[in-house]
T-cell receptor, first 113, second 116 residues
């Protein structure tokens, strides 16, 4: 079983719609959580961090449920530019204290005009 | 603003050959990470360095080695290349221990290795 699991999609969603992704992680000692975005053949880039209390950044809302070990991302009023692969990322500190990010397989989103 | 620089951007090698990838982190970043991303796959963590010392090791094959130099740039050396090594290799950097806890790694544009 992978440490971080996501529905690979693809999700084909009409422009303006709301779409939600979920992600589950297996290691209960995981310390922090993030959503990264990756465009085709490009490098991953941080979209937003995920906090226990839930957090919102414009049209994007992220939530964390530690008890159930899942993370969600909600995109409202989707735009064509939202088309990308969304990577759920779980962070554990290594023994040296630096970041050790584990990526999910990613969920591919295509926004349809 | 300066980003993570990787070279070469594209590399074609034959089986059993050797390849070296280079990574120049963002200025003042002292931690470097290497990830491998196969076609349709998620990025897989290979190895990381903090202050020129190996800080963590992931699924890096024994045929691969890496180091971080005094100027903080890093090199990933791959020997006895196999067809399955064809992938996009990302380098990422962060500042300080724990990357200030933000979890934000800054990725380079990647080096695409093709093994024929």
């Amino acid at each position: 079983r992978k440490e971080v699991e996501q529905d690979p999609g693809p999700f084909n969603v009409p422009e303006g719609a709301t779409v939600a992704f979920n992600c589950t992680y297996s290691n209960s000692a995981s310390q922090s959580f993030f959503w990264y975005r990756q465009d085709c053949r490009k490098e991953p880039k941080l979209l937003m961090s995920v906090y226990s209390s839930g957090n919102e950044d414009g049209r994007f809302t992220a939530q964390l449920n530690r008890a159930s070990q899942y993370i969600s991302l909600l995109i409202r009023d989707s735009k064509l530019s939202d088309s990308a692969t969304y990577l759920c990322v779980v962070n554990m500190r290594s023994n040296f204290g630096n970041e050790k990010l584990t990526f999910g397989t990613g969920t591919r989103l295509t926004i349809i005009p | 603003a300066a980003g993570v620089i990787q070279s070469p951007r594209h590399l074609i090698k034959e089986k059993r050959e050797t390849a070296t990838l280079k990574c120049y982190p963002i200025p003042r970043h002292d931690t470097v990470y290497w990830y491998q991303q196969g076609p349709g796959q998620d990025p897989q963590f290979l190895i990381s360095f903090y202050e020129k010392m190996q800080s963590d090791k992931g699924s890096i094959p024994d045929r691969f080695s890496a180091q971080q130099f005094s100027d903080y740039h890093s090199e990933l050396n791959m020997s006895s290349l196999e067809l399955g090594d064809s992938a996009l290799y990302f380098c990422a950097s962060s500042l300080g221990m724990g990357g200030s806890g933000t979890g934000e790694l800054f990725f380079g544009e990647g080096s695409r290795l093709t093994v024929l």
